[in-house]
């Protein structure tokens, strides 16, 4: 019946080009529609109609390459047999947050583990482009696994933080009212945070909040106060978590992007990667805006991504001595939309985050931002009246990759036994990952404790040695380590005041950078105000210097991204004689 | 134990400002250290191997690293200690007066280093893709314009082979022309505004002689590429540099190259509490670079972005010599031991010299001092009367540019340390015809300066004769008359 009611209103918004049809309990939809947004309205529609999942393969006039996206390098630049023919036990797609918790979670287990990472490092994509926050859990729909995880890892990455050797704190979220009515919503606010397990709320009288946050906007009516509210940087923690997982004998290969399944029945026997392929005993999906295409290599391709750009504006770290919490106020619309609606988020390293927007819009690795979003984020500025757009030092865009029923898919395969989805893992996933990591681990051994048996890893080592930041050691201290480390004393990035010993470190961890962006990730040069502008060539050289290649083959992000394109000397003269 | 040495005078910056500070410095008497966070010493200067330096100063074109050259032998052979590779982590005011940096080197480890007088010769960082809010992608090619010149001129790398350069400020005109000569094609230089920004001579010299077009108000909207630059989007703007729908076209390239504005580096000067002007973006100061903290001196490109180097070393000489008297001489008139106190009750922090006798603040005192350090630092603390009324109470006379002028440094003078000062000045528009400059104390016009033309790149420079001001002067006025305007 939902069918027939799909179907009614696809026709009368597209006529006959567009169809729906049931697949194994999934809804899909197929032929053409005119427009992106129009596609994106049958997807949500669909959505409503209570099925397992929306396969959303309707093409749009205006962006018929978003249907031919696909995850893997040109053919040319296919990688060399070094992974040919090896076996694993567990084969984690995809270097993200999901995937880098998920490994180390199972280096806790006497397995065998290859995580597969198609770019130069890990947290290349939705990991290095969102605001850090790690949720408090109100925001999310009562009774979704957004929710359950969000909870649970919030309380998780505090311990995570300390064993992992990164920066973690809760400076807490203040949720303003906008007007005096919407005080009123104090008791319904109360009653989904105690609905979702939220670890606590407090209302804030706007006297309150004006004195614990003297610069905040006139306009507000109090706030909703969660102190659970948690930052972390979500690039460093992502490769924490890699060098961890490395540390306990996961083995991890960048650039090297999984191209398809070889399937025996209902089991998946081979991954193929663009270094050859590898027997898989259980394979784990954690790939991100890919996640629908990893799972049609194996056939069980019961649910789409759309992807859901958000813009973040980064305020010079002089910024954040003029807020204490993070604040947003969502407006009334705000409720019915997709999305918390975004706000003013500290980071670890005391700058604020501004953002994020919402658009729907095409492109799994579209990043690049427009004029529009940065003009949404003013919003978010004038909560915080000390703070200006003149403030940014850059801005960047992230995608989302969002199921249609917009919820977290975390569940074995129904259709392949060796196979566990860690799918449309959106926001609140970064909050949500050790959580998430967990279960999947649980079902993993589970699944693989069915052709053998597992034990625990005895020898998993938690703590994972964090390399020392020079600036924020006591000088006694620092002393010592340059006296120890003479590197440590020359200082190559002066506005973050990174020390060539830090991105020499940073080149030879377990997971060694190997260009600009991977550096600046570990080490921070180039995050500051100058964003670059001193401190470039000097990194250049030390990465160089680490890697025995000439400076001219530095990278800003992996093959293809040279920093110069020929030394000057030996550079063709443009035809002159 | 943290190792400490102590100077009269500590530089910090070792470019054309700070090496013209610690020269100063030290041939007034001070045992100066200058501090330079770089291998070698002369800031900007080591990457400009074009010539046009020098020209007021010494009457002869130099490139960069010779102008540089010329006072880095001068200070090696001076007796000032010379602190390369040495980053300055913090710095801190003394209980009792003077300056602590702490200090990190690969050498030294960690070090203090006091003195009685700081030079804040910090110079200028570029102002980057994104605080012109240039948007697209981020693939590797796209970088400022000093970035490009280091890479090329000291690295030795080419950034691209077909570049397009966004603003006409003096640097990207510069490297429009090395890039030309490197071999680079240069497919043109884009402007934001209806004007260039940079030196006429530049223009002439690396756009017009080298066949490299200008287009003014059109800019990039957005670049192109996943590795690397592929193509930026150029569209027209408006007069309020709004883009006008439609004009918008695609160029190929692999490379852009950003002069888009330079901003005064003052974190230190910050972290002292000083306030900077909302113009300039450097802290406001007497002629000799005197900022509203006694003891901080602040000159070069860290004070406001200059066209020319020899006005940087001037500016330098200035500060270095000063803070030398300062040091040794302890804090003059203007800072007294009220004063002093005050400064650190009015929330900079730290107590009055205590060889001096802290005065008990008379009732109100404290309030006025703090309308004093204000007014010094930031004019619309009290308003503009009760500003300069309380720089008078100082012995200082603030300097007032009328309609028509960007800004004046200094922003105002101590008339107790007597003798000549320079000011500089921009123009805040383009005047093609002929203007008059006269700067006057009350009814009396102290000097009068007549310009063929003005143009906002280009900084003019005005001496006067501080004993020509009249006691009790509490302001001087800058005024710019058009030609045929002078009568009304």
């Known amino acids: 019946l939902s069918l027939e009611k799909l179907r009614a209103a696809i026709r009368a918004r597209c006529g006959d080009e567009a169809a729906a049809r049931e697949d194994r309990g999934s809804l899909v939809l197929e032929g053409r529609v005119a427009t992106w947004a129009m596609r994106t309205e049958?997807?949500?529609?669909?959505?409503?109609?209570?099925?397992?999942?929306?396969?959303?393969?309707?093409?749009?006039?205006?962006?018929?390459?978003?249907?031919r996206e696909a995850p893997g390098p040109e053919a040319s630049a296919a990688g060399g047999g070094s992974l040919e023919g090896l076996a694993f036990d567990m084969v984690v797609i995809g270097g993200g947050v999901i995937g880098c918790a998920i490994a180390r979670e199972l280096s806790k287990w006497r397995v065998s583990v290859l995580l597969l990472e198609k770019e130069e490092d890990?947290?290349?994509?939705?990991?290095?482009?969102?605001?850090?926050?790690?949720?408090?859990?109100?925001?999310?729909?009562?009774?979704?696994?957004?929710?359950?995880?969000?909870?649970?890892?919030?309380?998780?990455?505090?311990?995570l933080a300390r064993e992992l050797g990164i920066d973690f704190e809760r400076p807490g979220a203040l949720v303003l009212f906008a007007n005096a009515a919407s005080k009123a919503l104090y008791p319904a606010f109360a009653a989904r945070a105690a609905m979702n397990g939220v670890d606590g709320w407090e209302y804030w009288s706007p006297r309150r909040v004006r004195a614990e946050e003297p610069n905040v906007a006139a306009g507000q009516h109090g706030?909703?106060?969660?102190?659970?509210a948690g930052i972390v940087s979500p690039y460093r923690a992502t490769v924490a978590l890699a060098e961890s997982a490395i540390a306990n004998g996961v083995r991890v290969e960048l650039s090297t992007c999984a191209t398809g399944m070889a399937l025996d029945k209902d089991r998946i026997t081979r991954v193929m990667t663009t270094k050859g392929s590898v027997r898989a005993a259980l394979v784990v999906n954690a790939a991100g805006n890919w996640a629908d295409t990893v799972a049609a290599w194996a056939d069980d391709r019961f649910f789409s991504l759309h992807q859901r750009r958000g813009t973040d504006?980064?305020?010079?770290?002089?910024?954040?001595a003029l807020q204490n919490h993070i604040m947003s106020m969502p407006s009334v619309t705000q409720a019915k939309s997709k999305t918390k609606g975004g706000g003013l988020v500290r980071t670890v390293e005391g700058n604020i985050l501004v953002g994020p927007t919402a658009a729907e819009l095409p492109g799994r690795?579209?990043?690049?931002?427009?004029?529009?979003?940065?003009?949404?984020?003013?919003?978010?500025?004038?909560?915080?009246r000390a703070l200006s757009s003149s403030m940014a030092i850059t801005y960047f865009a992230g995608v989302r990759a969002c199921t249609w029923e917009e919820d977290f898919i975390i569940e074995r395969s129904t259709r392949v036994r060796n196979l566990v989805h860690a799918a449309g893992i959106q926001s609140p996933g970064l909050a949500s990952a050790p959580a998430i990591a967990a279960e999947i681990a649980r079902l993993s051994v589970e699944a693989l404790s069915e052709t053998r048996k597992v034990a625990p890893n005895a020898s998993f080592i938690a703590r994972r040695e964090a390399p020392p930041e020079l600036r924020r050691l006591p000088l006694e201290e620092r002393a010592r380590a340059i006296a120890a480390n003479p590197s440590y004393g020359r200082i190559v990035c002066r506005c973050e005041e990174i020390s060539e010993g830090e991105i020499r470190d940073a080149m030879s961890s377990p997971l060694p950078a190997r260009s600009l962006d991977a550096v600046k990730r570990r080490a921070r040069p180039g995050m500051g105000r100058c964003h670059g502008g001193f401190c470039t060539p000097r990194v250049m050289e030390i990465i160089a210097d680490e890697l025995g290649s000439p400076l001219v083959a530095v990278t800003k992000k992996g093959e293809g991204s040279e920093m110069a394109v020929a030394e000057t000397k030996t550079a063709e003269r443009g035809g002159r004689p | 134990m943290i190792a400490r040495r102590d100077y009269d005078v500590l530089v910090i910056g070792g470019g054309p400002a700070g090496l013209a500070a610690a020269l100063a410095a030290k041939a007034a008497g001070a045992e100066v250290g200058l501090v330079e966070r770089e291998e070698r010493l002369g800031g900007i200067l080591k990457q400009c191997v074009h010539d046009g330096f020098g020209l007021v100063r010494f009457g002869e074109m130099l490139a960069g690293p010779e102008y540089a050259h010329r006072y880095i032998e001068l200070v090696e052979a001076s007796g000032v200690k010379v602190l390369l590779e040495t980053f300055v982590h913090a710095v801190r005011r003394e209980e009792g007066g003077g300056f602590v940096l702490e200090c990190v080197s690969r050498e030294g480890g960690v070090f203090e280093a006091g003195a009685g007088a700081l030079v804040l010769a910090t110079g200028c960082r570029e102002r980057t893709d994104r605080q012109v809010f240039i948007h697209g992608d981020r693939p590797a090619g796209v970088l400022t314009a000093g970035l490009a010149q280091h890479l090329v001129n000291i690295e030795g790398l080419l950034p691209g082979r077909r570049a397009v350069i966004l603003g006409s400020g003096d640097i990207g005109l510069i490297m429009a022309r090395r890039l030309s000569l490197e071999g680079v094609e240069v497919e043109g230089v884009y402007e934001l505004k209806s004007e260039p920004s940079g030196l006429s001579r530049n223009l002439q010299q690396c756009l017009v002689d080298f066949g490299i077009p200008l287009h003014l108000s059109t800019t990039v909207t957005a670049v192109h590429g996943r590795g690397r630059v592929e193509a930026v989007t150029v569209a027209e703007v408006d007069q309020k540099g709004q883009v006008r729908a439609g004009t918008e076209r695609r160029i190929a390239c692999d490379c852009l190259v950003l002069s888009v504005g330079l901003i005064p580096e003052n974190e230190l000067a910050l972290s002292l509490g000083l306030t900077l002007d909302a113009v300039t973006k450097g802290p406001r100061v007497d002629q000799d670079g005197a900022s509203a903290l006694p003891g901080v001196f602040v000159c070069g490109n860290a004070l406001h972005v200059n066209d020319l180097v020899d006005y940087v070393s001037e500016s330098g000489e200035a500060a270095g010599a000063a803070a030398a008297r300062f040091a040794r001489r302890g804090p003059g008139r203007a800072e007294g031991a009220a004063g002093r106190d005050e400064v650190g009750a009015s929330g900079l922090g730290g107590p009055g010299r205590p060889s001096v006798p802290a005065a008990k603040p008379r009732k109100g005192a404290l309030a006025r001092a703090r309308a004093r350090m204000a007014a010094r630092g930031a004019y619309s603390a009290s308003g503009v009367v009760e500003a300069a009324a309380a720089l008078a109470e100082d012995g200082l006379v603030r300097v007032r540019p009328g309609p028509g002028f960007l800004y004046v440094v200094p922003q105002y003078l101590d008339l107790s340390k007597g003798g000549p000062a320079v000011f500089f000045f921009r123009a805040n528009a383009t005047i093609k015809e002929g203007a008059t400059v006269t700067l006057s104390a009350g009814a009396r016009v102290l000097l009068v300066k007549r310009y063929a033309a003005l143009r906002p790149p280009e900084m003019e420079r005005l001496e006067i004769d501080t004993a020509e001001i009249p006691e009790g002067t509490a302001e001087l006025v800058l005024e710019l008359r058009r030609k045929g305007e002078d009568h009304v």
């Open chain 1, 42 to 67: 049958l997807g949500f529609l669909a959505a409503r109609e209570g099925f397992r999942g929306v396969v959303n393969d309707l093409v749009a006039a205006d962006a018929e390459w978003a249907a």
């Open chain 1, 122 to 159: 890990v947290a290349f994509h939705a990991s290095s482009r969102n605001d850090g926050m790690i949720h408090d859990g109100f925001a999310a729909k009562p009774g979704s696994l957004k929710a359950k995880y969000n909870v649970l890892g919030n309380r998780l990455w505090e311990p």
């Open chain 1, 223 to 228: 706030a909703f106060f969660l102190p659970s």
């Open chain 1, 365 to 384: 690795e579209a990043y690049a931002t427009d004029p529009g979003e940065l003009r949404e984020l003013e919003k978010h500025l004038r909560l915080n």
């Open chain 1, 313 to 320: 504006m980064i305020l010079d770290p002089r910024a954040g």
